[in-house]
């Protein structure tokens, strides 16, 4: 498919080229320009109809059907199916899924009933390969299909970490009720009041305790006269 330029008067620089007659077959893309434009406009309008989605679609399908249509009036039909997705309407989207799902089911058909066929191990192992793949491939047009009719609803939670990697804020979570302590508040670790120093002191165990009252027994032992003690 090539370019051709169209010098004929157009409303807008990117106008389509008047329709040829019924049952011409053209295989070159019209370029039309206002009159009066440079070689250095049409250079740009080229690019431009060139790298539009519509102009490529219809290259490939002039390659498989050659010389059996306008490549102008395909481009112009395409044209207006992606302005209908812009816009929002995906029925032929819709329509051309299922229409290759149920194209790939055949396919799946005829490979496994060709396989069927088959006497030697290779032949049916290769029958057999390609029609699973045919059957994949229409299972993911299908949720492709099932995707556009029915979105998927996607919950995203995000957490962010501090470079100390010691705080950690959940995006998205529930701000505490009334009343109601905070997440920080049940997850803060307070020091244990066992110990009656201060934090990070060590405790002295080396002064001695006084004796109680409340036990007698456990009083401090007097001198103990060991002399008279030894007589008895």
Known sequence: MTA???????????????????GYKNSSINVAVAPGSTDADFAVAVARTLSQPETSAASVIE???????????????LGKQVEAVNGGDLRRAEGLLIAQAHTLDNIFANLARRATGQQYLPQWEAYMRMAMKAQNQCRMTLETLANIKNPPVVFARQANINNG????????????????????????IEPSKLLEAPNGERMDFGTKGKASRAHPRMATVGAIKRTKDRGR
């Open 165 to 188: 990697g010691q705080q950690q804020v959940n995006n998205g979570s529930a701000a505490p009720m009334p009343g109601q302590p905070s997440h920080a508040a049940e997850t803060a």
């Open 63 to 77: 390659n498989w059907q050659k010389d059996t249509h306008d490549v102008n009036a395909l481009a112009a039909e």
């Open 4 to 22: 051709k330029t169209s010098k004929t008067a157009a409303k807008a620089k990117d106008a389509q080229a008047p329709a040829p007659a019924a």
